[in-house]
């Protein structure tokens, strides 16, 4: 397909178990984000790579969240000892990644991951 | 901190007029604001954008407004369809810092024919 896939598209999970999110992002593009969505509220930046590398990680809420992209295109979000706190929707965005002014560069999103944590 | 923020969670216009979604932000060093739209169980789409040097962009039915010293923005959409149906979120960037987004809490639209 052409856009953002995630998967999965539902994870239900007991509290205190471990979730892995995947992205697979548009191809070609260098840049990759994470956002979460809590009901009413809108996406909250969690985490940006360009390449391999966490650009800016200042959105992860605590060290129980985690996120790698080893070779640059599919990223995993990971989740240890997770709490019903954690539920929302994981949303995953690429961009090229590359030229022109910060924030023209247009993401585009997946359909997310929602996570509800029982 | 909610430093975008869009104080109406809804808005209903009849088919062929005019709808009007307001934002506003707290963060003087945002230099650049989207609008993003989504539909249930999608992700956000980019509908359009806006840099702090200009006060207004359009895209065909689109058009956004920055008024800078007020900090606050809208996205007029004229005339409205019923397929404009969906949450609109404003969200903003600054320079330096990446690509992360600020988003706001989203007003859901609902165009009656």
């Known amino acids: 397909g052409a856009g953002v896939s995630q998967t999965p598209s539902n994870k239900v999970t007991e509290k205190g178990k471990y979730v892995e999110l995947r992205c697979d992002p548009i191809?070609?593009?260098?840049?990759l984000y994470w956002y979460r969505q809590s009901l009413g509220q809108g996406p909250e930046f969690l985490i940006y790579f360009q390449g391999t590398g966490a650009a800016d990680d200042s959105g992860l809420p605590n060290d129980r969240f985690f996120a790698v992209r080893p070779e640059g295109s599919v990223s995993t979000l990971k989740i240890q000892r997770t709490e019903r706190g954690d539920s929302a929707v994981y949303l995953c965005?690429?961009?090229f990644g590359a030229g022109g002014p910060i924030g023209t560069d247009t993401q585009y999103f997946g359909p997310g991951t929602r996570l509800t944590v029982l | 901190d909610q430093q975008v923020k869009q104080n109406s969670p809804s808005l209903s216009v009849q088919e062929g007029r005019i709808s009007i979604l307001n934002c506003d932000y707290t963060n003087s060093m945002f230099d650049y604001f989207l609008w993003y739209k989504k539909y249930p169980a999608e992700g956000p789409t980019f509908l359009i954008s806006i840099s702090s040097i200009k006060d207004k962009n359009e895209d065909g039915r689109f058009t956004v407004f920055l008024n800078k010293s007020a900090k606050h923005l809208s996205l007029h959409i004229v005339p409205s369809q019923p397929g404009d149906s969906a949450v609109y979120f404003c969200?903003?960037?600054?320079?330096?810092?990446?690509?992360?987004?600020?988003f706001g809490q989203g007003t859901e639209l609902s165009v009656k024919p």
């Open positions: 965005a690429s961009s």
């Open positions: 191809s070609g593009h260098t840049a």
């Open positions: 969200a903003a960037s600054w320079g330096n810092q990446g690509g992360k987004l600020i």
